[in-house]
């Protein structure tokens, strides 16, 4: 089983930075693709993915101001968030993914003011 804990949600105005950060506990693979989702009006959206070879994936509107990485000895992915704006705000989800299956962390808010 896996257990997934976020932290660093929390209030920012537009053009600033937060950090999330995600504990993975449990039997972690090294197989395991980890990453980042937003919940959005009736759908959870892929913000950010990354390998546990530093292979990493972002959705479009997120690249060049969010920075995801792992670390695979402590089990924990971040999510750099830089340049924020008010459309970032959402619930953020830690997210692991094992084949089909997902694992999911219980959320963090983030909010943009402008």
């Known amino acids: 089983q896996v257990q997934l804990v976020e932290s660093g949600g929390g209030l920012v105005q537009a053009g600033g930075s937060l950090r999330l950060s995600c504990a993975a506990s449990?039997?972690?693979?090294?197989?395991?693709?980890m990453g980042w989702y937003r919940q959005a009006p009736g759908r959870r959206d892929l913000v950010a993915t990354i390998?546990?070879?530093?292979?990493?994936n972002y959705r479009d509107s997120v690249k060049g101001r969010f920075t995801i990485s792992r670390d695979n000895a402590k089990n924990t992915v971040l999510l750099q968030m830089n340049s924020l704006k008010p459309e970032d705000t959402a619930v953020y989800y830690c997210?692991?993914?094992?084949?089909?299956?997902?694992?999911w962390g219980q959320g963090t808010q983030v909010t943009v003011s402008s």
């Open positions: 390998t546990s070879g530093g292979s990493t």
């Open positions: 449990g039997s972690i693979s090294s197989s395991d693709v």
């Open positions: 997210a692991l993914r094992r084949s089909s299956r997902f694992y």
